[in-house]
């Protein structure tokens, strides 16, 4: 008897076997076959199917803020899309997946989405780890992809269309008007991880093309509740204002307990820590700032009242609305506008459109860079003034020459 | 001087929060032998619970977090882990795990995931010899302190406590003895757990509120507990100021990444070296050592 289900037990075992090397075998197959698919049904012409778009976002996990608003603006763009007859006169389809911040399960989920659900875009993510990790997969299949969160990504391809803001964009006028206004010394402080090192390396470079000097330099890793020994440092190096990439819930631990430790007195404070996502938690402390912004809910025109109105009634929320739903509404409109301008779901010819495309988005006309492919869209300067990030200036387009190798 | 008084509140604010986590999950681990690995989602609550009832006076708020922390953690001991004893210390703890997220997606469907924040209750800061620190820190130190002081009084110089330590050293001979077991579990449990409770009702008002804020708590507690001598009471407290001056002192001279690198290295080697844990007495020492043979 034992001796039998041994037995039994080995053969399913090597059933198992089998059937995993096929399936694997089939995998393979199929990812070749996605690719020449997408250019079987761009010959298609006139008679397209429906647009599928793959959507990635961590709506649980460490980057969940910031996922369930990329998730939100994507979901009101799609609507808006599909209210207005979608694109080649059908709604846009969309499969969601939750990558969890994780670039294993965002790997997986893009994978999922060009073998199995066959997607023509992929749309997201939020942490620049997890979205290369979906890049690399959506590349080797020849579907495009956009995310939408401010990024220093150091990933490029034929098919990659970042709408994210470049710490370039978001500083260049930040860091010289913060010098004039507060002084000369700056405290840099961030989280451990690429965004925050390369935000600072950018803003290291602008500071000293201001005249300033940086007297500190801290981060921290992410999910660091006690901020203590930081702003000790901090403190002692005297600065005359704090530029912080602190993200996360850690963003107000370390401005709660800057302010607590008499660190924010009578000193300026910008950077990521001050977005629009963190004011319901840290309120007046933000009060009074600057901040530089691509997208704001104060945004004069139609379309973004209209887009604030709607967001508003179907999250039911008052706070501010974050920059990263802004830019998604926008990058998902655009995309459908270069789908239906290239009249296929062929990626060359989606890419071909992007890259031409001029698009009047929330804030102004958006278009790329057909070489480093960043996003490029007015910025504004905003002065944050209970809850509302008011608009002072508009700063224009701000052009960004790092050198990527897009091809 | 000034830098070492700074240090020596950095280590007193951390002392104080880490002895009520270690304190709790101590007593946790020494009467049910259940490795909580929920015990920084029972913080969360408690931070929460101090978000959710912004209306009501705070000390008033902390004292509502608590009753929220018994009820809590009675149903918990009810619900889940009374049945899972006899499975043994893996069934609970996959249990207290699977805990652990039921109650952080929990929270994230209540309040979401935008970043919460409760406003501190005492403003400005003391000076402390010549260093300016802020004075709601000093008070939850000072108040966390006194709390474990309370409960190990209680312990040790009690009736109660003296039940309790029987119950933690033979369950069965207290048993026979008449201190019932049960009573005896769900109200170490509760205790436990409610303790957490409150370290993240204390300490809400210097924290972002994230429904994954418990997460960090969990290995400074667990270390605070594993560095002493196993089922010991006022172990963990002792734990917990070895952990606070250690990260206090790597984090002071270090980067906070390596700072972090180093300390649990540190506390791995610990544990490695001493898996019986350390002994805070000296006549335990000197016994140990005429023990052995010559």
Same mark, same amino acid.
């Given at each position: 008897?034992?001796?039998?289900?041994?037995?039994?037990?080995?053969?399913?075992?090597?059933?198992?076997?089998?059937?995993?090397?096929?399936?694997?075998?089939?995998?393979?197959?199929?990812?070749?076959?996605?690719?020449?698919?997408?250019?079987?049904?761009?010959?298609?012409?006139?008679?397209?199917?429906?647009?599928?778009?793959?959507?990635?976002?961590?709506?649980?996990?460490?980057?969940?803020?910031?996922?369930?608003?990329?998730?939100?603006?994507?979901?009101?763009?799609?609507?808006?899309?599909?209210?207005?007859?979608?694109?080649?006169?059908?709604?846009?389809?969309?499969?969601?997946?939750?990558?969890?911040?994780?670039?294993?399960?965002?790997?997986?989920?893009?994978?999922?989405?060009?073998?199995?659900?066959?997607?023509?875009?992929?749309?997201?993510?939020?942490?620049?780890?997890?979205?290369?990790?979906?890049?690399?997969?959506?590349?080797?299949?020849?579907? =495009?992809?956009?995310?939408?969160?401010?990024?220093?990504?150091?990933?490029?391809?034929?098919?990659? !269309?970042?709408?994210?803001?470049?710490?370039?964009?978001?500083?260049?006028?930040?860091?010289?008007?913060?010098?004039?206004?507060?002084? =000369?010394?700056?405290?840099?402080?961030?989280?451990?991880?690429?965004?925050?090192?390369?935000?600072?390396?950018?803003?290291?470079?602008?500071?000293?093309?201001?005249?300033?000097?940086?007297?500190?330099?801290?981060?921290?890793? /992410?999910?660091?509740?006690? !901020?203590?020994?930081?702003?000790?440092?901090?403190?002692?190096?005297?600065?005359? !204002?704090?530029?912080?990439?602190?993200?996360?819930?850690?963003?107000?631990?370390?401005?709660?307990?800057?302010?607590?430790?008499?660190?924010?007195?009578?000193?300026?404070?910008?950077?990521?820590?001050?977005?629009?996502?963190?004011?319901?938690?840290?309120?007046?402390?933000?009060?009074?700032?600057?901040?530089?912004?691509?997208?704001?809910?104060?945004?004069?025109?139609?379309?973004?009242?209209?887009?604030?109105?709607?967001?508003?009634?179907?999250?039911?929320?008052?706070?501010?609305?974050?920059?990263?739903?802004?830019?998604?509404?926008?990058?998902?409109?655009?995309?459908?506008?270069?789908?239906?301008?290239?009249?296929?779901?062929?990626?060359?010819?989606?890419?071909?459109?992007?890259?031409?495309?001029?698009?009047?988005?929330?804030?102004?006309?958006?278009?790329?860079?057909?070489?480093?492919?960043?996003? /490029?869209?007015?910025?504004?300067?905003?002065?944050?003034?209970?809850?509302?990030?008011?608009?002072?200036?508009?700063?224009?387009?701000?052009?960004?020459?790092?050198?990527?190798?897009?091809? | 001087?000034?830098?070492?008084? $700074?240090?020596?509140?950095?280590?007193?604010?951390?002392?104080?929060?880490?002895?009520?986590?270690?304190?709790?999950?101590?007593?946790?681990?020494?009467?049910?032998?259940?490795?909580?690995?929920?015990?920084?989602?029972?913080?969360?609550?408690? %931070?929460?619970?101090?978000?959710?009832f912004d209306a009501v006076p705070f000390p008033l708020r902390?004292?509502?977090?608590?009753?929220?922390?018994?009820?809590?953690?009675?149903?918990?001991?009810?619900?889940?882990?009374?049945?899972?004893?006899?499975?043994?210390?893996?069934? $609970?703890?996959? %249990?207290?795990?699977?805990?652990?997220?039921?109650?952080?997606?929990? %929270?994230?469907?209540?309040?979401?995931?935008?970043?919460?924040?409760?406003?501190?209750?005492?403003?400005?800061?003391?000076?402390?010899?010549?260093?300016?620190?802020?004075?709601? @820190?000093?008070?939850?130190?000072?108040?966390?302190?006194?709390?474990?002081?309370?409960?190990?009084?209680?312990?040790?110089?009690?009736?109660?406590?003296?039940?309790?330590?029987?119950?933690?050293?033979?369950?069965?001979?207290?048993?026979?003895?008449?201190?019932?077991?049960?009573?005896?579990?769900?109200?170490?449990? *509760?205790?436990? $757990?409610?303790?957490?409770?409150?370290?993240? *009702?204390?300490?809400?008002?210097?924290?972002?509120?994230?429904?994954?804020?418990?997460?960090?708590?969990?290995?400074? *507690?667990?270390?605070?507990?594993?560095?002493? @001598?196993?089922?010991?009471?006022?172990?963990?407290v002792m734990g917990a100021l070895v952990v606070a001056l250690?990260?206090?002192?790597?984090?002071?001279?270090?980067?906070? $990444?390596?700072?972090?690198?180093?300390?649990?290295?540190?506390?791995?080697?610990?544990?490695?070296?001493?898996?019986?844990?350390?002994?805070?007495?000296?006549?335990?020492?000197?016994?140990?050592?005429?023990?052995?043979?010559?």
């Open positions: 008897m034992v001796v039998h289900t041994f037995e039994a037990a080995g053969v399913i075992r090597r059933r198992r076997l089998a059937v995993a090397g096929a399936s694997a075998l089939l995998l393979a197959l199929s990812a070749c076959g996605g690719s020449v698919g997408g250019g079987d049904s761009a010959e298609g012409g006139d008679e397209q199917g429906p647009v599928k778009i793959g959507m990635l976002a961590p709506i649980t996990g460490p980057a969940a803020p910031e996922g369930i608003a990329l998730q939100r603006g994507f979901d009101l763009a799609i609507e808006h899309i599909n209210d207005a007859g979608g694109v080649f006169g059908q709604p846009v389809e969309v499969v969601f997946i939750d990558d969890q911040a994780d670039p294993a399960t965002a790997t997986q989920a893009a994978q999922r989405l060009v073998q199995q659900e066959d997607v023509d875009y992929i749309f997201g993510t939020i942490t620049d780890d997890t979205t290369i990790a979906a890049a690399n997969v959506a590349e080797q299949a020849g579907v =495009p992809m956009s995310q939408a969160i401010a990024t220093a990504l150091d990933f490029c391809s034929p098919h990659f !269309w970042p709408f994210g803001e470049t710490p370039t964009q978001l500083l260049t006028d930040l860091v010289p008007r913060m010098v004039e206004e507060f002084g =000369p010394n700056v405290a840099l402080v961030g989280n451990d991880y690429v965004f925050p090192r390369t935000y600072h390396e950018v803003s290291r470079q602008l500071i000293e093309e201001a005249g300033g000097t940086v007297v500190a330099e801290e981060y921290a890793p /992410l999910g660091t509740s006690d !901020w203590q020994p930081v702003i000790n440092r901090l403190g002692s190096a005297a600065p005359d !204002w704090i530029l912080s990439a602190v993200v996360g819930g850690d963003a107000v631990s370390f401005v709660q307990q800057a302010d607590q430790f008499g660190l924010l007195e009578n000193r300026g404070l910008t950077g990521v820590s001050v977005d629009q996502q963190f004011y319901p938690a840290l309120g007046a402390l933000l009060d009074g700032r600057n901040q530089v912004v691509r997208y704001s809910d104060q945004l004069p025109g139609d379309v973004n009242e209209q887009f604030v109105a709607d967001y508003r009634a179907a999250y039911g929320t008052e706070d501010p609305i974050p920059g990263v739903a802004g830019n998604a509404y926008d990058g998902m409109r655009f995309i459908a506008e270069a789908f239906e301008q290239a009249g296929s779901t062929d990626a060359d010819a989606v890419s071909a459109e992007i890259a031409e495309l001029e698009f009047e988005g929330l804030g102004g006309e958006m278009t790329f860079d057909p070489d480093n492919h960043v996003a /490029l869209a007015p910025m504004y300067l905003t002065r944050i003034d209970g809850g509302a990030y008011a608009i002072e200036e508009e700063l224009g387009v701000i052009s960004d020459d790092q050198v990527k190798d897009c091809g | 001087m000034e830098s070492l008084v $700074t240090l020596g509140l950095s280590t007193l604010s951390l002392f104080g929060f880490y002895a009520l986590l270690a304190l709790g999950m101590g007593l946790v681990f020494g009467q049910l032998g259940v490795v909580n690995v929920a015990h920084g989602e029972f913080v969360m609550v408690g %931070a929460y619970a101090m978000y959710a902390v004292l509502v977090a608590v009753v929220l922390g018994v009820a809590l953690s009675l149903l918990t001991e009810r619900a889940i882990l009374r049945k899972l004893y006899v499975r043994g210390m893996l069934a $609970t703890l996959l %249990a207290m795990w699977g805990l652990a997220i039921v109650l952080r997606q929990l %929270a994230e469907a209540v309040f979401g995931a935008t970043p919460r924040s409760v406003a501190s209750p005492v403003q400005g800061s003391v000076e402390v010899l010549g260093v300016q620190y802020p004075a709601y @820190r000093l008070v939850v130190a000072l108040v966390s302190l006194a709390v474990v002081a309370v409960a190990l009084i209680v312990v040790y110089r009690t009736s109660l406590g003296l039940k309790l330590r029987a119950s933690i050293d033979n369950r069965d001979m207290a048993a026979v003895l008449g201190i019932p077991p049960r009573l005896m579990i769900a109200g170490t449990f *509760a205790v436990g $757990t409610t303790l957490a409770v409150l370290a993240g *009702a204390l300490q809400s008002p210097v924290l972002g509120l994230t429904p994954g804020l418990g997460v960090a708590f969990l290995a400074p *507690a667990f270390f605070a507990v594993l560095v002493v @001598r196993p089922g010991s009471l006022a172990g963990p250690l990260s206090s002192l790597l984090r002071r001279y270090l980067t906070e $990444t390596v700072a972090d690198l180093f300390f649990f290295a540190a506390l791995v080697v610990l544990i490695a070296v001493r898996p019986a844990g350390l002994s805070w007495r000296l006549p335990r020492w000197s016994s140990t050592r005429s023990k052995q043979p010559a």
